[in-house]
């Protein structure tokens, strides 16, 4: 019995439901049903990452099940953000609902506690949380990950604008303060320190901040030529719109580490984000025979292009039913063996799934926001300015897989 810790199951064809206990039990009985925990926040601050992820979980099992003949079901897990409310529901999928493969996860704090209850609970996960820490000093042989970590992440967004910006000099960073933000910062200080420039400020925030006024006046009083924010989702998209209200954009390039894709755009409008730069996993006009795909899926069933949530969430949760069709079996070990040095038609163009500590090598790209007039289309709000991979070396990552 599940008792008052409910699941919701998501499956090929029926939307989103909340599941009871009797529910669960006849889906289980009903044949040999593939299942993927979705583990994401469906409430609080990043709701509306966790949204998309279980759509493009949807997907996923949809586009499987018609693949192989097989009935795959995904249950989305309310993490809530919240590192002790994600383990639990984790646990609880593992031992009562027999779940073993698991794709989710947002922020990086609730993606280091899964990982590990995963591994120890006879599972796997797969992420797309971005922090340095979960394929390095704490990787487990259970947590693989899709993303590009943050040291990737900033070298890939801040070192082109170096270059294209020789005269910003000086530098100033809004952060989160937890392992995620952590990571950027610190990848970004090792990057200015490298090019001889100035890192003038930083203001750190709580993860329930709102309200980023002061941090914004105090970014003015140090006069950078870049703002570069640190901080994601709904917390981000805060702090833009009171960056332009104060009219931070006429006074220095503003550049977002981290967007969280075209929601972020949709929610934004053109107007406010012309000409602000964005660091991306993903974007729905990658050149790739796989998003192509991804694309066409998205918009027969919710007449929308994919934005970064939902496309994480798919291709995290295909490369786990992949690797369990694979191998004929959801055992941990088994799957485990099927995704590592898996090479595969990633949404990126080639991905490969690096052996030593379970890193996918994919690109990271550099938008420019452009002018709602040059806009080709209601989602052309950006170009790709440039693409290209960072990872350290797995000798460097402090990964140290059995």
Not at 61 to 70: F, H, P, S
């Amino acid at each position: 019995m599940i008792g008052r810790r409910k699941l919701l199951l998501s499956t090929a064809g029926a939307g989103l439901f909340l599941a009871s206990p009797g529910l669960l039990r006849h889906a289980s009985a009903a044949g040999d049903v593939l299942k993927v925990g979705i583990p994401v926040p469906i409430s609080g601050g990043n709701a509306a990452n966790g949204k998309y992820a279980s759509m493009g979980a949807i997907i996923a099992a949809e586009e499987a099940t018609a693949k192989y003949g097989r009935e795959v079901k995904t249950f989305d897990l309310d993490t809530e953000g919240k590192p002790a409310t994600a383990v639990r529901k984790v646990q609880d999928a593992i031992q009562q609902e027999g779940i073993q493969l698991f794709a989710g996860g947002i922020l990086s704090s609730e993606s280091l506690a899964m990982g590990k209850e995963a591994d120890k609970g006879g599972a796997n996960f797969i992420t797309t949380a971005g922090a340095d820490e979960i394929t390095g000093t704490e990787c487990n042989a259970a947590t693989f990950r899709w993303s590009v970590p943050t040291f990737g992440a900033i070298n890939q967004s801040i070192r082109p604008i170096i270059d294209a910006l020789p005269n910003a000099k000086r530098w100033y960073t809004v952060t989160p303060q937890y392992v995620f933000g952590e990571g950027l910062l610190q990848a970004t200080k090792d990057v200015l320190e490298e090019k001889g420039l100035e890192l003038v400020g930083n203001s750190y925030h709580s993860l329930t901040e709102k309200e980023f006024s002061g941090y914004l006046t105090n970014a003015i009083a140090a006069k950078p030529d870049v703002l570069l924010i640190l901080n994601f989702g709904a917390q981000c998209a805060d702090t833009l719109r009171q960056a332009v209200s104060f009219g931070l954009k006429e006074r220095m390039t503003i550049v977002v580490a981290w967007a969280s894709g075209l929601e972020q755009f949709e929610a934004l409008g053109a107007d406010l984000c012309e000409g602000i730069y964005f660091g991306a996993q993903y974007w729905h006009t990658i050149d790739s025979p796989t998003n192509a795909e991804l694309v066409k899926l998205t918009r027969a069933k919710y007449n929308e292009n994919p934005n970064y949530s939902l496309a994480g969430s798919y291709i995290c949760t295909k490369l786990m039913i992949d690797a369990a069709m694979k191998a004929g079996s959801t055992d941990q070990k088994a799957v485990q063996a099927a995704l590592k040095g898996m090479t595969y038609a990633g949404l990126t163009g080639e991905e490969m799934v690096r052996p030593e500590d379970n890193q996918v090598i994919k690109n990271y790209y550099l938008l420019k926001a452009k002018a709602k007039s040059a806009m080709a289309d209601k989602d052309d709000f950006a170009e790709v300015i440039s693409s290209g991979q960072s990872f350290l070396e797995v000798a460097n990552t402090g990964c140290k897989l059995s």
